[in-house]
């Protein structure tokens, strides 16, 4: 098909379906409100083409350029654009659903409100100047990287990150929940605020990161490393911990109830003012560790193994210890009377009916 007969479609005003408009150049034309269904445009260059509310289903799109094209509440359904190229693309309220993206490119792209959902984006290549609320649900990102990306608010769930490169990204509150980041590694990165719920970062490591605020509730991270980083109040409850090693990472103000903690090493942190209730530590070790005023009741701490540490007003009430001698420690308070009297207040009333 030529430039001119697909401008006479258009001029129908009717959807246009099962065309063969490969390799056209279609710059400096209006195609908003248009739907395309099951139309080859592989190899055709959209550059220069406005799209708005435009709707491409089933289409051809490999080899397609977009290259520097604003594009506004577009819609990619069941479509391939493998090896489609969105370098420099301003992409707002773009859905790409059930798709094959391949090997698709968007450097220096902008991402705002736009969704990926189970579609393939494997070995893609984003280097976005902005991700804005941008969700990748059960999508396929396979050696894909993020490299220099910055996401806000945006949404990774149900994905499998663990082979993606995100070297040099920054995150605001972004959230991975659900996700599989086995053995990854983070490296100088900013994670401000991000809740990585019931996801998988076992022996995943984060070196110098900061992760204020994140949330790891639920989350598998056994056998990770925190090297140099801050964790001030990151939140640990139920999730599992076992065998991770935090060195010269602070942790202050730290929620870990019902964390298995089990085997798990703190060297050189502060654990100031964080909460450890109900959480199993066994076999834990400490080495020069700030404990001020942080609290383990109900906790098992059998076979704790510490040295150099800074107790003052760290409680103990009703935790499991091997030996009495930690709660002799100066600066350890073996119980609170207050919580004490309490449950022997609430024992009565229990007998009592």
Partial sequence: MTREEFVTLLNRYEPISQQDCS??????????GFVFDRVDFSGACFTGTKLQDTIFSGCNLTDASFTGVAMSKCMF??????????????????GIV???????????????????????????HFSLEQCLKTSFYQTSLELTTFID???????????????????QAYFDRTVFNETQMQGMQFHEM????????????STAEFNNCLMASCNFQGATLTGATFQHSDCTNAIFI?????????????????????????RTTFTECDLTESIFHYANCEDMTFDTVNLTRTDFSWANLRNLR??????????????????????????????RDYLYESELWTESARTAY
């Fill in 77 to 94: 359904t069941e479509s391939t654009l493998t090896s489609a190229n969105f370098d420099q693309s301003v992409l707002h309220a773009v």
């Fill in 149 to 167: 990306s910055a996401f806000e608010l945006s949404i990774f769930f149900q994905n499998k990150l663990n082979t993606a490169n995100f070297d």
């Fill in 306 to 335: 510490y040295t150099n540490l800074r107790l003052d007003d760290t409680l103990f009430h009703r935790s499991l210890v091997s030996s009495s001698a930690l709660l002799r420690l100066p600066g350890a308070i073996e119980k």
């Fill in 238 to 262: 139920d999730a599992n911990v076992s065998q991770a090693v935090f060195s010269n990472t602070v942790c202050s103000q730290s929620m870990w109830l019902n964390a298995i903690a089990a």
């Fill in 98 to 124: 059930k798709s094959d993206a391949r090997a698709a490119s968007f450097q220096g792209a902008s991402l705002e409100a736009c969704s990926f959902s189970t579609t393939n984006l494997n070995e893609a």
């Fill in 190 to 201: 900013t994670f401000h605020q991000c809740p990585f719920i019931k996801a998988d970062l």
């Fill in 23 to 32: 390799g056209l150049r279609l710059d400096g034309l209006d195609l908003s």
